[in-house]
Nanobody, 121 residues
Framework: EVQLVESGGALVQPGGSLRLSCAAS????????MSWVRQAPGKGLEWVSR????????IYADSVKGRFTISRDNAKNSLYLQIDSLKPEDTAVYYC??????????????WGQGTQVTVSS
């Protein structure tokens, strides 16, 4: 079965950094575009970033551009999100999500359980 497991979330101070990881299994990881999506307490989902199957194309939400870096290691079936200059508004549960199709993806068909990031002084 498809499985996505996030890790790396923690309580950090504003201005700090974190590196989130997502371990994938149960599908051909290197064939799929992957994304990070987050949900702040009491709010809806916010798409954060995506990376294409080969890792050469990345896109970021305006709210995180310049501070977040998405990457992947296809040999390890892993997705990463490097977060720098953390702000309190970055507090959220962060999910990795798999696109539905290798070539014509239009939605996320699988999501991980999420990892909590809390930014507070």
């Amino acid at each position: 079965e498809v499985q996505l497991v996030e890790s790396g979330g923690a309580l950090v101070q504003p201005g700090g950094s974190l590196r989130l990881s997502c371990a994938a299994s149960g599908f051909s990881f290197s064939s799929y575009t992957m994304s990070w999506v987050r949900q702040a307490p009491g709010k809806g989902l916010e798409w954060v970033s995506r990376i294409n199957s080969g890792g050469g194309s990345t896109i970021y939400a305006d709210s995180v551009k310049g501070r977040f870096t998405i990457s992947r290691d296809n040999a390890k079936n892993s997705l990463y999100l490097q977060i720098d200059s953390l702000k309190p508004e970055d507090t959220a549960v962060y999910y990795c999500a798999k696109s539905d199709d290798p070539s014509y993806s239009i939605y996320f068909d699988y999501w991980g359980q999420g990892t909590q990031v809390t930014v507070s002084s």
